[in-house]
């Protein structure tokens, strides 16, 4: 029987083939972006400096032409993260088009911003499920499943997942977020 925390870390109600999928891709033993991801020590993002964005992101420190998302595997079963290993998060109250975290809530979640092509590598995940959306200071908000993603200030080295769960609304995004939108792996 999957506990509470596993329906949570996709964020929304699935079916109950949905969950099966999940339980079983949580039980895969071996998930080597995880581990390329511990090795990777510069992230590629970046938060705008303004009133409107956090300052707690990473810094783009990456040349690369892209920014390539990635999975992680733990307790909490597999979640993307960006390319340092860094945990990202969705809120349950953005719509699917818009953030609806700005100033005080982007100081403690920072938006993952990029200007470059998204992809995403690992285990159970869909490239096309990948986007961005703008947000209201302009920049490009990467987003997963039609979900705008977060990083949470209380995650201070990788693959750390502090905000799971954080008010009932944050909570970590799995790779399986391809089943909320009707994507097919």
């Known amino acids: ?5 596993s329906l949570r870390t996709i964020g ?8 099966a999928t999940f339980a079983a891709a949580c ?3 071996d998930d080597s972006s995880s581990s390329d991801a511990k090795k ?4 590629t993002t970046s938060a705008g400096s303004d009133s409107k964005t956090a300052s707690a992101a990473p810094d783009s420190a990456d040349s690369g032409s892209k920014l ?7 307790s909490a079963g597999i979640w993307l993260t960006d390319p340092a ?18 100033d005080a809530c982007a100081k403690e979640w920072p938006p993952l911003t990029t200007t470059k092509p998204v992809t995403v590598t690992g ?3 869909v490239p096309s499920n990948v986007g961005t959306i703008t947000r209201t200071d302009g920049t490009k908000q990467v987003t997963y499943g039609g979900h705008p993603l977060y990083y949470y200030k209380g995650d201070t080295a990788p693959n750390q997942i502090k905000g799971q769960g ?3 609304k944050w909570f970590l995004i799995g790779p399986i977020a391809n089943i909320m939108n009707g994507s097919k792996p």
């Open 85 to 102: 290993g860094r945990t990202l998060y969705l809120n349950t109250k953005d719509k699917k088009t818009a953030s609806n975290c700005y």
């Open 166 to 168: 954080v008010d009932g």
């Open 12 to 19: 929304l109600s699935l079916s109950l083939a949905a969950l």
């Open 27 to 29: 039980s895969s033993s």
């Open 68 to 74: 390539v998302l990635k999975t992680a595997k733990g």
């Open 123 to 125: 285990k159970y995940t």
């Open 1 to 5: 029987m999957l506990h509470k925390t």
């Open 40 to 43: 990777s020590s510069a992230a």
